[in-house]
């Protein structure tokens, strides 16, 4: 009698979207610094509903939650947090601290996504252009790339914002910033394509009759889709930051629109006084920034652990 020995299970392919979700699962810090951009996004897309919660608007003024005898500061502790300001209020004005920052939230994330999504859109057009095409094209992208990192971007940002007044701040802001954020991208893209645009697989389309442009959206951009995807997760937190510093050197957004760099702008006369109308803002600042750092240090490593040095 014969015994007939059974095939070992087949081994289940697993996407790189199945192995990213199994490391960040593996990863405490991953996962709470994607709990926190969640909240943050959150915060920002639902902005008016969640300020809404709270009940008062972020340029409504509430002149009974401050004393006009001490310089407008809040009535009662930790900056007049209570069950109508569950955050506090500014001094002087009385405005609710808790709407300001949600809607806070919403214009720094906006300009920052908006910013970053400019930046990689443009940033790995050019890379592949440059890395497949070669010759001319990469010479010109080339010398492009470094003229634009060569350039004082940030004297540049402060003189275009002073200078352009009646325009739409939110807009100006997103294109000035994404305007210099490119080539780094561009870069890292180039040196991936250069690595790709000879591998068999894109030979034999090459052969089989592809044209380039074909080629670039199916055979190279799933290629470097790994290491974009890990650099604009590490590029949003420098665009959050920018944002928030020409808002506090006064040339970001203009009043009363609220913008956390702004708010920290405004408290630093308070932060003796009334620390928490100062911390509020910063803490969230914090919060957000430090998150998408450590997500887009673990997204690096595992979608691109030679670029992350493991």
Same mark, same amino acid.
Not at 87 to 99: I, Y
């Given at each position: 009698?014969?015994?007939?020995?059974?095939?070992?299970?087949?081994?289940?392919?697993?996407?790189?979207?199945?192995?990213?979700?199994?490391?960040?699962?593996?990863?405490?810090?991953?996962?709470?610094?994607?709990?926190?951009?969640?909240?943050?996004?959150?915060?920002?897309?639902?902005?008016?509903?969640?300020?809404?919660?709270?009940?008062?608007?972020?340029?409504?003024?509430?002149?009974?939650?401050?004393?006009?005898?001490?310089?407008?500061?809040?009535?009662?502790?930790?900056?007049?947090?209570?069950?109508?300001?569950?955050?506090?209020?500014?001094?002087?004005?009385?405005?609710?601290?808790?709407?300001?920052?949600?809607?806070?939230?919403?214009?720094?994330?906006? $300009? /920052?996504?908006?910013?970053? %999504?400019?930046? @990689?859109?443009?940033?790995?057009?050019?890379?592949?252009?440059? &890395?497949? +095409? !070669?010759?001319?094209?990469?010479?010109?992208?080339?010398?492009?790339?470094?003229?634009?990192?060569?350039?004082?971007?940030?004297?540049?940002? $402060? /003189?275009?914002?002073?200078? %352009?007044?009646? @325009?739409?701040?939110?807009?100006?802001?997103?294109?000035?910033? &994404?305007? +210099? !954020?490119?080539?780094?991208?561009?870069?890292?893209?180039?040196?991936?394509?250069?690595?790709?645009?000879?591998?068999?697989?894109?030979?034999?389309?090459?052969?089989?009759?592809?044209?380039?442009?074909?080629?670039?959206?199916?055979?190279?951009?799933?290629?470097?889709?790994?290491?974009?995807?890990?650099?604009?997760?590490?590029?949003?937190?420098?665009?959050?930051?920018?944002?928030?510093?020409?808002?506090?050197?006064?040339?970001?957004?203009?009043?009363?629109?609220?913008?956390?760099?702004?708010?920290?702008?405004?408290?630093?006369?308070?932060?003796?006084?009334?620390?928490?109308?100062?911390?509020?803002?910063?803490?969230?600042?914090?919060?957000?920034?430090?998150?998408?750092?450590?997500?887009?240090?673990?997204?690096?490593?595992?979608?691109?652990?030679?670029?992350?040095?493991?």
């Amino acid at each position: 009698m014969t015994t007939t020995t059974a095939p070992p299970p087949a081994r289940t392919a697993h996407s790189p979207w199945q192995l990213v979700r199994a490391e960040l699962r593996r990863r405490p810090a991953a996962r709470l610094s994607l709990g926190v951009v969640a909240f943050f996004a959150l915060l920002a897309a639902a902005a008016p509903l969640i300020a809404a919660l709270g009940g008062w608007g972020p340029d409504e003024f509430d002149k009974s939650a401050v004393d006009p005898y001490l310089g407008g500061l809040p009535l009662g502790p930790l900056g007049g947090v209570s069950a109508e300001h569950w955050l506090g209020v500014e001094p002087v004005t009385g405005r609710d601290l808790f709407a300001r920052v949600v809607h806070g939230a919403q214009v720094s994330l906006l $300009i /920052a996504f908006a910013a970053t %999504a400019i930046v @990689v859109l443009a940033g790995t057009a050019a890379g592949i252009c440059a &890395g497949y +095409f !070669g010759g001319r094209t990469d010479t010109v992208l080339s010398r492009l790339m470094d003229l634009t990192m060569s350039f004082p971007s940030l004297i540049f940002m $402060i /003189a275009m914002m002073s200078v %352009a007044r009646d @325009v739409n701040r939110i807009v100006l802001m997103t294109a000035v910033i &994404g305007l +210099f !954020g490119w080539p780094g991208i561009a870069r890292i893209v180039r040196g991936q394509t250069l690595s790709l645009k000879h591998r068999e697989y894109v030979d034999a389309a090459r052969v089989g009759g592809s044209g380039p442009w074909r080629i670039l959206v199916r055979d190279i951009l799933p290629g470097v889709a790994g290491p974009v995807i890990a650099y604009t997760t590490l590029i949003v937190p420098g665009m959050i930051a920018t944002e928030a510093a020409l808002s506090y050197l006064g040339v970001g957004v203009r009043p009363p629109t609220p913008s956390w760099g702004q708010m920290i702008a405004e408290s630093v006369a308070y932060y003796e006084t009334d620390p928490m109308y100062f911390a509020v803002p910063s803490l969230c600042l914090f919060l957000t920034v430090l998150a998408f750092t450590l997500l887009g240090d673990a997204l690096r490593d595992i979608l691109d652990p030679r670029g992350g040095g493991a």
